[in-house]
């Protein structure tokens, strides 16, 4: 196991990819927080999953686009869990319309949960790390933040936004040994992509070379590696897990 007696904190843990990282983390042997605004009954069952594992689980209600409620979960983790060692920021949201049609709430929401708050969870975080000389930072982003897309320019500069930013991390953490990288992934198999309409997956698929989408499980293994020591001497890189569908 190579997280054996680590404590991790996965942010948008109850659902789809979030849900499957968090499980491949505990399975890996770590100690597993995640945080939740509405699916309770979701976030409740992925700590039962983590549990049956033999692992310490916890599920916070949070919104990690506010800044108390990241340091309030971090306080809370540490205390259940005895110290934190890894950080998955990957909750996020996407409100797409082309920019002539889209509203600045539209704009705003997904400013602040997609980007605002990885600063969050980040800024909460980073002082321990620093201290112990120690720790893993993995941001989840996307393609469509190194590309672009039609009909998300939020959802692409949020994502371009957070590489960005861990690029700048790693930088700033460095001396502390902490390791901070990306993972950005292309068509994934989630709910939401499920219920996509069947011409915009079409369209997907045809640009992944290896002809079919992602599974939530493939990108949560990639995760669990950079969050190992396996990748010490990683840091400030963008991993696509997207089947060739940026090539």
């Not at 605002?116 to 993995?138: C, D, L, M, P, T």
């Not at 400030?236 to 940026?246: H, T």
Request: aromatic fraction near 6%.
């Amino acid at each position: 196991m190579m997280l054996k007696g680590k404590n991790a904190i996965v942010t948008g843990g109850s659902l789809g990819i979030g849900t499957a990282i968090a499980k491949e983390l505990a399975r890996q042997g770590a100690n597993v927080a995640i945080n939740y605004r509405k699916h309770d009954t979701e976030a409740k069952q992925v700590v039962a999953d983590i549990e049956a594992m033999g692992r310490k689980g916890l599920a916070v209600k949070a919104d990690v686009a506010s800044f108390a409620d990241a340091e309030r979960m971090v306080a809370e983790v540490k205390e259940t869990f005895g110290g934190l060692d890894i950080l998955v920021n990957n909750a996020g949201i996407n409100r797409d319309s082309v920019i002539w049609k889209m509203s600045e709430e539209q704009w705003d929401q997904v400013i602040d949960i997609n980007l605002k708050g990885y600063f969050n969870y980040v800024h909460a975080v980073v002082a321990g790390f620093r201290e112990q000389k120690s720790g893993k930072i993995v941001n989840v982003t996307s393609i469509n933040g190194l590309r672009g897309k039609f009909g998300q320019t939020n959802y692409s500069a949020s994502k371009a936004g957070i590489i960005g930013f861990t690029k700048a991390l790693a930088r700033e953490l460095g001396r502390a040994n902490v390791n901070v990288n990306a993972v950005a992934p292309g068509l994934i198999e989630t709910d939401m992509m499920k219920d996509a309409p069947e011409n915009v997956k079409e369209a997907a698929l045809a640009e992944i070379v290896l002809g079919r989408m992602g599974q939530p499980e493939e990108v949560a293994t990639v995760v669990a590696f950079m969050c190992s020591d396996a990748a010490k001497h990683i840091t400030g890189e963008v991993i696509r897990v997207d089947g060739g569908q940026y090539i």
